[in-house]
């Protein structure tokens, strides 16, 4: 994966409405996902982007800007773990589609940065609702492979994305079956045989353009994979499905490799556990949509949880970009089928921080952390609960999107003021 | 049923059976297409040739004590009592006798509800698993059929049923899809487990008819080069339907009002399209429109003053905050989500506020679902509504939120004499939570159907399990 450095400008139309500066985030509930555990009427402090302070005893410095979170929460910012943002405006339309490429020549290779919009609508609408990390999926082409996903932060400006190459996404469930042929197995064969063109790569292509399954382009993409540099996210829903995967990732090391859908990961809990392989599941999936996802239940969440899997949380039953915001509902919802708040909470911050490997700066409330912070007015698993303020990088970031202003547009029916004149 | 409902169907009836019943004959819902009366025979359109067949489940009497109680028409009792004899909810007060007999449950701290109401749902008919044998909710060959209906397509044993139960949903209205311009007839069940749609069907609701608006039917049929393929042809396609089903109103008044005299007269060519329109026309069959942006429904509210019918609910309505003042006008509600949106561009200015805001500006508002996860939680989806509103500086209490799942939908169904609220009469449709619904914790712990218990999360013997889910991995699981 490669860390993306960029100027540091930002410009007015951003999510920062000042540049990163000295903070305190006072007179809240902080929750810090470290052993510090939760902090009562605790304090964060921030400086030129990143956290240098957290705990109820934080001397707050004369040129602190103060948050007073009012009794509120204070917490990391939800990491979105399997997020289209930035590639979706309009889904339906193509022409503002930006997550897939059934007609192109290239799939692994390809790489969602170039498709990432930072000014997208739905960036600002995902922020003001906590999110401040999401990861960046591609949508599946031709073959199983959909390309390279990336990180990014909900600031909506030339920054936002972090980091790029950060995992390849492949489909092995019923539609990458289809996509490779018709069955599982030549879903199968074709990531065996995709990993043995990136393993031979270079020497293979040599004399030839073509491998067994992957041109040279793709092959010389996967290389980082099949290494272990780079994870592979498999996108399984089927107990034997999954069971399949854990083979697939025991006969191929280093390979490092995430579980997405999961919708039966419950019934292989222990295997995956021993594998140590994470899953990406949304915890509110519970009907059987498909023949590769009978076993969908409420319970899944807490099963994988009391099995020592490592689980984060998705909105793959709503979608991933115009509804990633909803995701501390769904988490909210796990809680109320057994899972405990902590790791609920952790699921859709700190975990998916650590599944991407990024834990040390993102997912946390800690000294040398960056600064993103969410000030909610009650707990933030709550379905009526929302931020005040929520802070990226260490900046402040504007709660205004599109929809609050088409909202504040029509608050007044009866104002007088044509509503074209109303901004 | 309704007044509103009562008098539609006595008009109706007065229409359908004007000859046949001039004479002391019996109401139109007569067995046959035929009667015959003095000799001649004249006919008449038999408007319940699926009957509801269904049966409350056996039920004794349950009295809920000390709960908070949302009575679904805006009303809030504290430390308050239900009580439910003989199916129907008896009394709702304070400290309430124990009638003998009576299973007396302690609902301290917890909340209860009238049933869930889903005013959209295609639960049976885009069942789980969706398979493509399954797919039955869109007659997409061609752009008027409103000969179908939904009731036609419903696969009983689709397990969205019962997750839906978990989630205190007691009635759902099953549509068909959107690609038609008319899409055909909904229909309204109760939420119990059945071998048959007729044991499911709510006795007695209006039909209804699904209309749609924009990009789905221009879409469909555009991408096939036929009509419609733009908003106008969408236009251009519900008045031509419109005249026709005029015209074939008019046919059946004219042959109604010779035979009345005593003419000889031949009836009109029968027509299941045409049946289904003219029952609009006559005020019996409630219109139910997926209209997104705000311009078309005004466009609709227009073609229903052209033809005279009126529109009962709009669905979806995503931009309803933008005309709340056209909808009262023109006594439109309008079902919606909380806060979904983006995936079209009819979608677009999907606000959160939608629901909160179309509500405190005069329309008739509620929630719907559309979708077989959403209507488990529609509770959660009406707090984010009431959240959402409230810090925009809309003032609406919690139990005035609780009409958007309950008497609003009943009311947009027809159905607001049977269900929708707590009130002396009613049928027992009760939910009892565990806590505040307003809260993403909180779980229905009972639910009541025509006072049965049909779900328990205590007990998994009342816990319904459909067929299909038998010997499948996760049987019984919620």
Redesign the interface.
Same mark, same amino acid.
């Given at each position: 994966m490669k860390q993306i450095l960029s100027a540091l400008a930002v410009t007015a139309l951003t999510a920062s409405s000042a540049l990163a500066q000295t903070y305190a985030v006072t007179n809240g509930r902080v929750v810090t996902n470290t052993n510090a555990g939760i902090i009562e009427n605790g304090t964060v402090l921030l400086r030129d982007g990143d956290i240098v302070a957290v705990g109820a005893e934080v001397a707050i410095p004369a040129d602190a800007t103060v948050i007073d979170a009012d009794g509120g929460w204070i917490t990391p910012g939800i990491f979105a773990p399997y997020t289209q943002l930035g590639l979706i405006e309009v889904a339906l339309e193509a022409s503002t589609n930006d997550a897939g490429a059934d007609d192109s020549d290239f799939s692994v290779a390809l790489d969602v940065a170039d498709s990432f919009n930072p000014a997208g609508t739905h960036i600002p609408s995902t922020r003001m609702e906590g999110v401040t990390r999401v990861a960046v999926y591609p949508s599946t082409g031709f073959n199983i492979f959909g390309g390279h996903g990336a990180l990014a932060s909900t600031r909506g400006d030339a920054d936002s994305l972090f980091e790029h190459g950060s995992f390849v996404f492949a489909d092995l469930s019923q539609s990458g079956a289809s996509r490779a042929g018709g069955s599982r197995s030549a879903a199968w064969t074709y990531l065996d045989a995709a990993f043995e063109d990136a393993a031979g790569y270079l020497g293979r292509y040599s004399n030839a353009h073509h491998g067994d399954a992957l041109d040279r382009y793709d092959a010389a993409a996967l290389v980082p994979v099949v290494r272990g540099e780079v994870p592979l996210v498999v996108n399984v829903d089927r107990a034997a499905d999954i069971r399949r995967a854990i083979r697939f990732r025991n006969e191929h090391p280093p390979l490092r490799m995430i579980i997405q859908g999961g919708a039966e990961a419950w019934m292989v809990a222990d295997e995956l556990a021993a594998a140590g392989i994470p899953v990406l599941i949304d915890p509110i999936r519970n009907l059987p949509g498909s023949f590769d996802s009978l076993g969908s239940t409420l319970a899944a969440a807490e099963r994988l949880h009391a099995a020592g899997v490592t689980v984060a949380y998705t909105t793959e039953t709503a979608d991933g970009y115009f509804n990633a915001r909803l995701l501390a509902q769904h988490a909210g919802n796990s809680v109320a089928h057994g899972v405990s708040w902590s790791d609920a909470f952790a699921a859709i911050t700190r975990v998916p921080a650590e599944i991407y490997g990024v834990d040390a700066r993102y997912g946390s409330l800690a000294a040398g952390y960056a600064g993103d912070v969410v000030v909610w007015d009650g707990d933030p698993l709550e379905v009526m609960s929302a931020p005040t303020h929520v802070l990226i990088d260490g900046a402040q970031t504007v709660l205004e999107s599109r929809q609050t202003m088409l909202r504040d547009r029509y608050m007044d029916i009866t104002d007088e003021t044509p509503f074209a004149y109303r901004r | 049923m309704t007044s509103n409902f009562l008098k539609a169907s006595a008009g109706l009836a007065a229409v359908f059976c004007l000859a046949a019943c001039s004479g002391g004959g019996t109401a139109s819902s007569g067995s046959g297409e035929t009667s015959s009366e003095d000799g001649g025979e004249v006919v008449r359109i038999n408007l319940d040739p699926y009957p509801s067949t269904y049966e409350p489940m056996a039920s004794g009497t349950t009295l809920i004590q000390n709960a908070t109680i949302f009575d679904g028409l805006g009303g809030q009792i504290d430390d308050g009592d239900v009580l439910i004899e003989n199916g129907l909810i008896s009394a709702v007060g304070v400290d309430l006798e124990v009638p003998e007999g009576a299973t007396v449950i302690d609902a301290v701290g917890r909340y209860v509800t009238p049933g869930v109401i889903d005013i959209h749902s295609h639960l049976g008919v885009y069942p789980?698993? =969706?398979?493509g044998a399954h797919s039955d909710g869109n007659e997409a060959t061609q752009p008027v059929t409103a000969e179908v209906w939904a009731e036609h397509s419903v696969w009983p044993q689709d397990? #969205?049923f019962e /997750?839906a139960l978990a989630g205190g949903v007691t009635t759902l209205h099953v549509l068909p899809g959107s690609a038609n311009l008319f899409g055909g007839r909904g229909v309204t069940l109760r939420n119990v487990s059945g071998r048959t749609v007729q044991e499911m069907k709510f006795p007695d609701a209006p039909y209804t008819l699904k209309m749609a608006c924009g !990009?789905n039917p221009s879409r469909v049929y555009g991408n096939r080069g036929t009509s419609p393929a733009t908003d106008m042809g969408n236009m251009a396609g519900y008045r031509a339907a419109w005249q026709r089903a005029s015209d074939y109103r008019d046919d059946w008044h004219e042959y109604w009002d010779a035979a009345e005299a005593g003419e000889d007269a031949s009836p009109p060519r029968r027509d299941l399209e045409l049946d289904t329109m003219m029952g609009v026309l006559e005020g019996e069959v409630l219109v139910q429109m997926h209209c997104y942006r705000a311009d078309q429904m005004a466009q609709i509210m227009d073609l229903a003053r052209e033809f005279d019918y009126q529109v009962t609910t709009f669905h979806h309505a995503v931009e309803a *905050?933008?005309i709340?003042?056209l909808l009262a006008e023109n006594g439109a509600c309008v079902a919606v989500w909380a806060?979904? #949106? #983006? &995936?079209? @561009?009819e979608a677009?200015?999907?606000?959160? !506020?939608n629901l909160a $805001?179309s509500h405190a500006?005069g329309a008739c508002a509620m929630i719907h679902s559309d979708d077989? #996860?959403g209507i +488990?939680?529609l509770n959660?989806e009406i /707090?984010?509504a $009431? /959240?959402?509103g409230r810090?925009? =500086?809309i003032e609406i209490s919690e139990a005035e939120a609780w009409t958007w799942v309950a008497n609003n939908p009943a009311t947009a169904l027809g159905i607001a004499d049977q269900t929708g609220s707590l009130q002396p009469g009613l049928r027992g449709d009760v939910v009892l939570w565990s806590g505040n619904p *307003?809260?993403? *914790?909180?779980?229905a712990d009972q639910v009541w159907i025509d006072g049965a218990m049909a779900f328990n999360r205590a007990d998994e013997s009342t816990q319904p399990v459909r067929d &299909? @889910?038998l010997g +499948?991995? =996760?049987e019984g699981? +919620?």
């Open positions: - | 789980s698993p =969706g398979v397990p #969205g /997750a !990009e *905050y933008k709340p003042d806060d979904w #949106g #983006g &995936f079209k @561009m677009y200015d999907s606000i959160r !506020e $805001l500006n077989s #996860g +488990q939680r959660q /707090a984010k $009431l /959240a959402d810090r925009a =500086g *307003y809260s993403v *914790y909180t779980r &299909f @889910m +499948q991995p =996760g699981d +919620q």
